[in-house]
């Protein structure tokens, strides 16, 4: 069978960090695995008893909790379903499935028929974000409302920049195990702010993993000429990937007067800093559209 990860002892780190960051959380987890079209699926449920539903995505070439931490504000309200993107670190199939057609909207739809949710609110940070534009390109009607955060899928980066302060140095990380090339890495995708235990875990998913090296396909205006429903989007001015200018004035053409935006002085992980002021701003637009 075809595997995403270098090695068993790779994997097996990969996944202890996995649950090491789940006692992290102080809500009661139900873990279901749900047989979709694309694999089986591992899906983290937390939250509200009767709260309204609210499907979160996780990062790229990351694992589920890492990201899904983010949000954890929004656990006291709401039903959380937080899978973890097959093809992906974590404990969904390894089958990874296309980003550029209507594969990941698919692999959604299932999910949602499986707990019988028609339409819901959608939260994707980075990655995530890239997904939940897929569902808004082939199904729209499932989406209630929807908050994108630095997300992929709308518009990308210099590529000069992403090869000089992330790919070199990680070539270096990845011939030698430089703490010093991490670190490098680290600060540039969080503007100097990412936790320990979250660098010790991108440079294991570095060293460990088959990056995932196609991004979400940058969406069109046609793809979503069928979509009309509130989108935040809330981008961060450093970050490498996803730069806040680029994105803002990219989904202004895209999403129309139901867009409101949010840009911070950030990278591409928040700081916690920046991460209370993204909860206050999901809180307020989730009770206004949701």
């Known amino acids: ?17 996995y649950e090491e960051y789940l006692t992290h959380f102080y809500s009661q987890i139900r873990r279901d695995y749900i047989q979709t079209r694309f694999g089986s699926t591992h899906v983290l449920v937390m939250g509200k008893e009767g709260g309204k539903p609210l499907f979160i995505f996780q990062g790229g070439n990351c ?10 504000g929004l656990l006291e309200e709401y039903k959380v379903y937080a899978p973890d993107t097959i093809g992906h670190p974590g404990y969904s199939d390894e089958t990874r499935i296309s980003a550029s057609d209507g594969s990941f909207a698919e692999w959604v739809q299932d999910l949602m028929d499986y707990y019988s949710i028609e339409k819901c609110a959608f939260i994707g940070p980075s990655y995530g974000g890239g997904i939940i534009l897929r569902i808004a390109a082939f199904m729209p009607e499932r989406i209630h409302c929807a908050v994108l955060v630095a997300p992929a899928g709308i518009s990308l980066g210099s590529k000069i920049k992403m090869i000089k302060e992330i790919l070199v140095p990680m070539i270096f990380y990845k011939i030698n ?62 970050d490498v990937f996803f730069p806040g200018n680029k994105i803002s004035q990219k989904a202004e053409g895209l999403l129309g007067d139901r867009l409101e935006l949010k840009q911070y002085q950030m990278g591409h992980f928040p700081s916690t800093a920046h991460l209370e002021k993204i909860d206050t701003d999901i809180k307020g637009f989730l009770k206004k559209h949701y």
């Open 1 to 17: 069978m075809k595997t995403i990860y270098k090695s068993l002892e790779g994997k097996e780190r990969i996944l202890n960090q």
């Open 177 to 238: 195990g430089s703490a010093k090339s991490l670190r490098k890495i680290a600060d540039v995708m969080s503007s100097n702010s990412m936790k320990l235990l979250d660098e010790s875990i991108i440079g294991n998913i570095f060293k460990y993993t088959t990056l995932e090296q196609e991004m979400p396909k940058l969406t069109t205006a046609e793809e979503l000429r069928e979509y009309n429903v509130p989108t935040l989007v809330i981008t961060g001015t450093e």
């Open 63 to 72: 694992i589920n909790p890492v990201t899904l931490s983010w949000f954890k």
